[in-house]
């Protein structure tokens, strides 16, 4: 009997057992059903437990979406429910079943990923919490990029797919991104390489690995070395043949290469990029993109042996740039020239132009605050201007004037201005690209190659003006050979008179002695007159090599394109600034002259005011009764309101133009 009953009960046992088994899977699924949260999920999609397969819409078998629940619960997103993104899932299969079909079955897309965040940061201003969440801010700022950026079209594939999404980069269900400037960040961005490449840019991995930034970064775990997010933006991502991207690009790379981005700003190439315009070399034109190489290595696009043919790639003749002759190959795209060791010719180059920059400024400007103060105390204490003599001037000459300028020496003179102020307009946006009004004035001008045309054909006027000038005086002086006395007061070079009202001028600055008399040419204007031609020989042969390169490469180094570059700038900064503000102050400013002076613009002065400014002439004119020959009549009151206006239109014209480059040289200290 006890073995009956022991046999019973192992039957019975068994017998629960098989039932268990049997009914465990039912009773599995109708406990589950219903329940969505994520340990219902889980009882699916958890991928290290198991790997199940259900039939897919075709009645092929689906691999179910497998979740690490470790990596999920260490995410950002680790406290949310699974169906507050898979909106569209309202049922729990039984297993070995798929769920109900629909359209939101699908993984949340990054359209998906956009609302719900946008949802989150709008309640969170709504019920003024979003100072507490900064980063659900730079999400909300990310997302609206990506939106902008080229990853977010429409693939060309598929137009309703996006190029990337956001879950194609960011593991969604084990999203955690360090925050930045931690040491974890640095780590992680390491591997934003990788990502790129393996997801969809495989060539561009490939040819990174080999870069010196892939090299650094992927094998010497470098946190300092480029990735791509650090060039190509992380959600900003632009098609790189768009101009804007290929200028941030540029700009990108002084990210890390500041020293070297700030020399490429000062030559041509980076003044045309930093106005806004990309038909210029940038960065990876010469050192190339993905596959940056040390400019040591055999292969790189910048190692001596290969730059003609990187410069070649662009100056071939093609599209109006010229074609690179042997020059190109020993120029300087990162020269500066506070380095002797490695730019000789630029240190010395820029020493020479800044030592008659302070030089000419420092005489000039104290010259002019002296004489000013000297002129505003004399009227304060009301002391008469210098006269040849205290009895007026005859009755008959009361109303006279003395024509000091022909017709032609005033239309080389307004030819000259106007020609040397469009000079300065075009060139002083490429001189200071940095300034605000820089590219709105490039714009206005047409761009950089209208600029760039207006540009040489002013130069070209300017020269003309220049060469006939000395042709005409190679004429006179060969008519008045065996009379003209080359020291003389009729001649504009200077003597030991010069050097002698010069030091009489100083003394009067200080109360030393009288104001001095002057004879037909002062020495400040005999330097005015010689000052141009040094100016036009620095900035014309400058600009005429730059103008040319390739005809200044095949006979020249390369070194000499940045040489004159320094010239040509500084040369004309000092002009400009000379001109409107020591210029304007001898002829139109000295409170003896303000407002404006009209003598260049009709060509005759009143005798009275002839004989104030050059007494010594005036009185060896009368003494010798020559003084007649020259008087006029006094220009018509038209003419004379029509000189003023055009004075002042010109005074206006240069003090813009020096007050642009005022800001421009003040800006960039």
């Known amino acids: 009997m006890r073995a009956i009953r022991w046999v019973g009960r192992v039957a019975a046992f068994g017998l629960l057992a098989w039932s268990a088994l049997v009914a465990a899977p039912a009773a599995r699924a109708a406990a589950d059903a219903g329940a969505l949260d994520n340990a219902g999920c889980l009882s699916c999609h958890d991928a290290k437990a198991h790997k199940l397969e259900v039939p897919a819409a075709d009645g092929k078998a689906r691999t179910l979406l497998g979740i690490a629940p470790d990596k999920y619960a260490g995410g ?29 079955r699908t993984a949340a ?39 902008k950026s080229f990853h977010a079209r429409g693939s060309k594939a598929d137009r309703s797919k996006a190029n990337a999404s956001c879950d194609g980069c960011h593991d969604t269900h084990s999203f ?23 997801a969809c840019h495989s060539d561009a991995l490939e040819e990174y690995t080999a870069s010196i930034h892939g090299k650094e970064a992927l094998a010497k775990h470098n946190v300092k070395s480029a990735v791509c997010a650090d060039c190509h933006s992380a959600h900003a991502v632009g098609n790189t043949s768009a101009d804007p991207v290929k200028l941030t690009i540029t700009a990108n790379c002084g990210g890390c290469h500041a020293e070297n981005y700030a020399s490429y700003k000062a030559t041509y190439h980076g003044q045309i990029s930093t106005l806004g315009y990309a038909y210029t070399a940038k960065c990876y034109d010469c050192h190339g993109s993905h596959g940056i190489l040390e400019a040591k290595n055999p292969e790189s696009k910048v190692h001596p042996n290969n730059r003609m043919e990187t410069c070649e790639s662009c100056h071939n003749g093609k599209k109006g740039v010229g074609v690179a002759s042997a020059g190109f190959a020993t120029f300087q795209p990162h020269g500066r020239t506070d380095d002797f060791a490695r730019y000789p010719q630029m240190w010395i180059g820029y020493q020479m132009m800044a030592g008659l920059l302070l030089g000419t400024f420092g005489f000039f400007w104290l010259h002019t605050l002296l004489w000013f103060w000297r002129e505003f105390q004399d009227r304060r204490q009301g002391v008469p201007r210098p006269h040849v003599a205290a009895s007026a001037l005859p009755a008959n000459l009361e109303a006279k004037h003395y024509r000091r300028f022909s017709a032609i020496w005033r239309l080389a003179h307004i030819t000259f201005a106007l020609s040397l102020m469009i000079l300065t307009l075009t060139g002083m946006p490429l001189f200071y690209p940095d300034a605000a009004w820089a590219p709105w004035v490039m714009q206005a001008l047409g761009g950089p190659k209208v600029a760039g045309v207006i540009h040489r054909v002013n130069a070209v006027i300017f020269a003309a003006v220049f060469f006939w000038h000395l042709g005409y005086m190679a004429l006179n002086l060969w008519r008045q050979r065996k009379t003209f006395r080359w020291f003389g007061p009729d001649s504009m070079i200077p003597n030991l008179q010069d050097g002698r009202d010069m030091l009489a001028m100083f003394k009067w600055f200080f109360g030393r002695g009288p104001r001095p008399v002057f004879d037909r040419w002062t020495y400040w204007e005999k330097f005015d007159y010689w000052a141009p031609f040094w100016g036009v020989t620095i900035i014309g042969v400058s600009g005429l090599m730059m103008w040319l390169p390739g005809l200044t490469g095949t006979y020249l180094p390369g070194w000499v394109f940045n040489v004159a570059a320094i010239f040509h700038g500084e040369e004309a900064f000092l002009a400009v600034v000379f001109l409107f503000t020591v210029h304007f102050f001898n002829n139109h400013f000295r409170p003896d002259k303000f407002p404006v002076e009209i003598v260049m613009f009709t060509g005759t002065m009143s005798l009275e005011h002839y004989r ?30 029509a000189s003023k206006l055009l004075g002042f239109v010109l005074i206006a014209a240069g003090l813009t133009l020096l007050a642009g480059v005022a800001i421009g040289f003040f800006s960039g200290a």
């Not at 899932?89 to 939101?104: E, L, S, V």
């Open 109 to 147: 897309s990054s359209t998906g990923c956009a609302d719900c965040h946008q949802k989150l940061w709008d309640q969170a201003k709504a019920d003024n919490s979003a100072a507490a969440k900064p980063r659900l801010g730079i999400v909300v700022d990310n997302i609206e990029a990506y939106r």
């Open 176 to 198: 955690d991104i360090p925050t930045k400037a931690s040491p974890a960040h640095e780590q992680w961005r390491l591997t934003s390489a990788a990502m790129c490449g393996q």
């Open 612 to 641: 104030r400014e050059h007494p010594l002439e005036y009185q060896r004119m009368v003494e010798s009764g020559e003084l007649e020959k020259h008087l006029v009549d006094a220009p018509s009151a038209p003419m004379t309101f």
């Open 76 to 104: 950002v997103h680790a406290k949310m429910q699974c169906v507050a993104c898979h909106t569209g899932i309202t049922d729990q299969p039984a297993a070995g079943t798929g769920h109900k079909p629909g359209p939101a």
